[in-house]
């Protein structure tokens, strides 16, 4: 399988469409007004991993009430792709339920441990100080929807708990009925408890008669019929509006088109990054038609991708915790598909690691959209084989020491001409 | 339908809080007295407050509170509104117990402010006033301006009172558990006058109200007067808890 990308949760992502395989996919981030003006993380989280056979995806809803809901979104939206992802398709709906029901309680006290780790800081006022630790105790909580399609097996799993909602639609736009399925808002994931409030609901189906199906958070609310057709520029549109509402809540959504394809035209070029000598960073010549580039990043702890609007500088500033970085670039658009991995190109990194394990799994970016990559050991097939242009960065000087070296020796200078000065002045002057 | 509207960072709530500090809070209740429990159960409210409001480390403006202390006068304890994000940085004010018990006014600068605010937040959760007191009001009687209070509002819904009486000798039965009391279900439960006098200054708990409170454990009936006759701890927390029971996005 592919790797896992995620959509980061401290940026928003517009309405954007990629193919994967016989699939068009289409997703959009978006945060909550508060969220957005505060410079927050958004507390919704999409997943998603495939390849021609399977696609598989969640959307997790964080419980705001609860403590860091972002965290156990994210947690719990990355197990479930990777299991999703590795998963045989399940033979019948209780099977699959008690599969998921095994794995839902064995990721429990990781999560946990990873929520009792969270640091609550102590320059806080005490009144937040303490409601963080109220919450802390009563752990993290998210909703989910997840799913794999098996293009083999023609047929779908998904699976979820609480209000986000899966809808199944025909080639002529109707919506399917799911007569079976329950929303409940009570039930939910939670670090301290496991499945709450109820047993995980499940969905077997074949895929016959399904031409689409979309998932999406309960912040689309009452503008949720709008999601029976849409374009990019519409799905953006209605974002707005819903962000402009008292009632902003997170927004995300991820469309499937089945049996879908890009625009008969060849993929787009490969991009050729090169270091950018002296400093970490990457910078490359533009793609013809590339709407955005995806810089993909592996090191020994962790994986991760940063998008860059092709409307900026084709430039990548690394700014992640200290480790030595492989990166390469793929050229991506709305409508055409996307490049292949470029060449690798290693990068260094001199910041010290973040001591906020929220943090942990985020690279710190200045782009508008990055995305996040798992298992860094499967390369994307059309970067297998490509040659390694390792970069001599590690001959260079560190990027972090050389301005306190820098500001060390200026220091001295200045303080032995303080010293000349004031011996020049007691032998000339006096 | 009524009391449905959701309190955000752009609607919030606003909740009056009336508290009586007359000499007689300074009595013992249990180990402590009865202005500490009130303090530390104001404590334990805005905390939820916060909790409720709060996305990672961000405080979203979701109440807006105001705290008038009575006695014999009037003392605005916050200096007008505050937001929840204000009331985290200033902390939770201390009383002292003095003076008499001067209900009337208390209410009257409950309805002053209520008509400064009543024309600006219209789209707003509608607004509640929680009451808190431990005795009989001295000088004029209040019920008149709670009725008039209770004919005000928003497009949610009117003005919610609540009524907190720190008392062992409000009900006829005392309450055996907390989290199973259902409520105040007739006047017949009652043991005293100034009881009944505070069952009809108390607004009905609407329906989203009490599924508030049952997350928190707590099983009122439906349609129960918001009076809480608090003779312990657990009461008074119960109490509290109801004040900060509005909806949130």
Redesign the interface.
């Known amino acids: 399988m592919p790797h896992i990308v995620t959509l980061n949760q401290e940026t928003d992502t517009p309405a954007r469409r990629e193919y994967i395989g016989s699939v068009a996919l289409t997703y959009l981030y978006d945060r909550s007004?508060?969220?957005q003006q505060?410079g927050?993380?958004g507390?919704d989280f999409i997943a998603f991993c495939g390849n021609e056979r399977r696609l598989a995806f969640a959307i997790c809803d964080g419980v705001?009430?609860s403590f860091?809901?972002?965290l156990a979104a994210r947690f719990l939206g990355e197990k479930l792709v990777g299991w999703l992802a590795e998963l045989p398709f399940p033979d019948d709906a209780e099977t699959f339920r008690a599969a998921l029901s095994a794995q839902l309680a064995a990721w429990q006290p990781e999560a946990e441990a990873l929520i009792a780790a969270q640091p609550i800081?102590p320059d806080?006022?005490?009144?937040?100080r303490?409601?963080?630790m109220?919450?802390r105790e009563n752990g993290s909580e998210s909703m989910f929807l997840a799913a794999l399609i098996d293009h083999t097996a023609g047929a779908l799993a998904a699976c979820w708990m609480g209000d986000l909602r899966l809808r199944l639609f025909d080639d002529k736009g109707e919506e399917l009925p799911l007569p079976e399925a329950r929303w409940e808002t009570r039930q939910r994931w939670s670090s301290r408890f496991g499945a709450k409030n109820g047993a995980p609901q499940v969905l077997l189906m074949a895929l016959h008669g399904v031409a689409r199906l979309t998932a999406h958070s309960d912040g689309f609310g009452s503008r949720s019929d709008m999601l029976k057709r849409f374009t990019l520029e519409s799905l953006d549109a209605l974002a707005d509006e819903l962000l402009s509402l008292?009632?902003?809540?997170d927004l995300s959504l991820l469309d499937v088109v089945l049996n879908s394809a890009p625009e008969p035209r060849a993929p787009l070029e490969t991009p050729l990054p090169q270091h950018v000598q002296g400093e970490p960073a990457l910078r490359w010549q533009p793609v013809a038609g590339a709407e955005w580039y995806r810089v993909w990043l592996e090191s020994e702890r962790r994986s991760f991708t940063v998008d860059v609007l092709a409307s900026e500088s084709p430039t990548f500033l690394l700014k992640a915790p200290e480790g030595v970085y492989t990166c390469r670039v793929q050229a991506l658009s709305n409508h055409r598909a996307p490049s292949a991995l470029s060449a690798a190109v290693q990068l260094e990194s001199a910041l010290l690691p973040e001591p906020d394990i929220?943090r942990r799994a985020e690279p710190m970016h200045t782009k508008p959209a990055a995305l996040e990559m798992l298992a860094p050991a499967q390369a994307s097939a059309s970067a297998v084989g490509q040659p390694r242009a390792v970069s001599q960065l590690k001959k260079e000087t560190p990027a972090a020491a050389e301005p306190f070296a820098w500001r060390l020796v200026t220091a001295i200078a200045a303080a032995i001409s303080a010293g000349l000065a004031i011996v020049w002045y007691f032998v000339h002057m006096r | 339908m009524p009391y449905t509207a959701?309190a955000?960072?752009?609607?919030p709530v606003l909740i009056i809080y009336l508290l009586d500090i007359s000499g007689s809070m300074g009595q013992m209740l249990g180990d402590k007295r009865r202005i500490e429990i009130v303090s530390d159960a104001l404590?334990e409210i805005?905390?939820?407050m916060?909790?409720?409001s709060?996305?990672?480390?961000?405080?979203?403006p979701r109440y807006r509170l105001a705290i008038y202390a009575y006695e014999s006068q009037v003392h605005d304890v916050l200096g007008g509104i505050r937001t929840i994000d204000q009331?985290?940085?200033d902390?939770?004010p201390e009383f002292s117990p003095r003076g008499g018990t001067n209900t009337a006014a208390a209410f009257l600068a409950a309805e002053n402010l209520l008509a400064q605010e009543l024309p600006y937040i219209q789209?707003h959760p509608a607004p509640l006033i929680c009451h808190m007191t431990d005795g009989e009001y001295q000088g004029d009687d209040p019920t008149p301006i709670v009725q008039r209070i209770m004919q005000m509002g928003t497009q949610d819904g009117n003005v919610l009172v609540e009524n907190i009486f720190i008392s062992d000798k409000i009900l006829k039965q005392p309450i055996e558990d907390v989290y199973s009391w259902q409520g105040v279900l007739s006047e017949a439960d009652l043991a005293n006058d100034y009881a009944r006098t505070l069952l009809r200054m108390s607004s009905p708990i609407p329906e989203s109200y009490r599924l508030e409170m049952q997350e928190f454990g707590y099983n009122l009936q439906a349609g129960a007067p918001m009076l809480f006759p608090a003779q312990t701890r657990e009461l008074i927390r119960m109490a509290f808890t109801m004040s900060g029971a509005t909806p949130?996005?």
Not at chain 1, 124 to 128: A, G, Q
Not at chain 1, 246 to 249: G, L, N, V
């Open positions: 007004r508060d969220s505060a927050g993380r507390q705001s009430q860091h809901g972002d800081r806080l006022p005490p009144l937040l303490d409601a963080l109220r919450k008292p009632t902003s809540d929220a | 959701v955000t960072s752009t609607t404590q805005a905390t939820e916060v909790a409720r709060t996305k990672g480390e961000l405080v979203a009331f985290v940085r902390g939770i789209a949130v996005a």
